[in-house]
């Protein structure tokens, strides 16, 4: 019997990336970091889907910023904070996707014990095989919807409370006359921008990945969260 639970998405959009909030993604820190909100002996268990939904250890040879800067050198797209004092324009989307803590740990870890208290030593614990079948199923989700050549880190991190993905998006589109350009309003909202019309588009698709979230005992849950 499958158990229930809800899923969770966050949307966080970002004027460009900092090195410090990649190197967090990323777990590019230094061991002996003060006050890192994760647990060091799980995070070997992280993971990355890259091109073609291939499942790989966390790349940490390049920085979220790099992998951005050569999605938009491949795709010939201008990044339109470049060369601002001040960064005007959402040029990175950053979704959260989740969902309830048993339900996520249980295709985890299965049934083994993960000890959350500070300085835990989980190094023992084995990753399952079924928060890859469920990362690779919301990642083909996330390609389909936003075009998988707009994803610059798809990463999932299972060294938290709550296993989760981080998905950097950059939201390139492609106009009638075929070049390309960033748009946070055309890729998330539409032509008509509003936050009713944004409202609507993110609650469509916290509609359609409870389709995908079905078989893993996530519903639907009430409410779509973004910033």
Request: charged share 25%; proline share 4%.
């Amino acid at each position: 019997m499958i158990r229930k639970g809800t899923q969770e998405i966050f949307v966080k959009a970002y004027k460009g990336m900092t090195m410090e909030e990649s190197n967090l993604i990323l777990r590019n820190v230094s061991d002996t970091a003060p006050n890192i909100p994760f647990d060091k002996s799980r995070t070997h268990l992280n993971f990355e889907i890259a091109e073609s939904g291939q499942i790989v250890p966390v790349d940490t040879s390049q920085s979220i910023p790099e992998r951005i800067k050569n999605i938009l050198r491949k795709e010939n797209v201008e990044d339109p904070n470049k060369g601002l004092a001040i960064p005007r324009y959402r040029t990175v989307a950053n979704f959260f996707i989740g969902g309830t803590a048993s339900i996520m740990r249980a295709i985890s870890f299965g049934k083994q014990n993960v000890f959350d208290m500070d300085n835990a030593n989980n190094s023992g614990i084995i990753r399952m095989g079924g928060i890859e079948h469920w990362a690779l199923d919301v990642y083909n989700f996330i390609c389909e919807r936003y075009n998988e050549k707009c994803i610059a880190a798809f990463i999932v991190h299972l060294d938290v409370n709550n296993p989760y993905v981080n998905c950097i998006l950059i939201p390139i589109i492609t106009l009638p006359n075929g070049k390309k350009k960033i748009s946070w309003k055309k890729k998330f909202i539409g032509e008509k921008d509003s936050i009713f019309a944004y409202k609507k588009k993110m609650i469509e698709l916290h509609d359609e990945l409870a389709k995908v979230n079905l078989k893993y005992g996530l519903l639907r849950g009430e409410s779509f969260h973004t910033k």
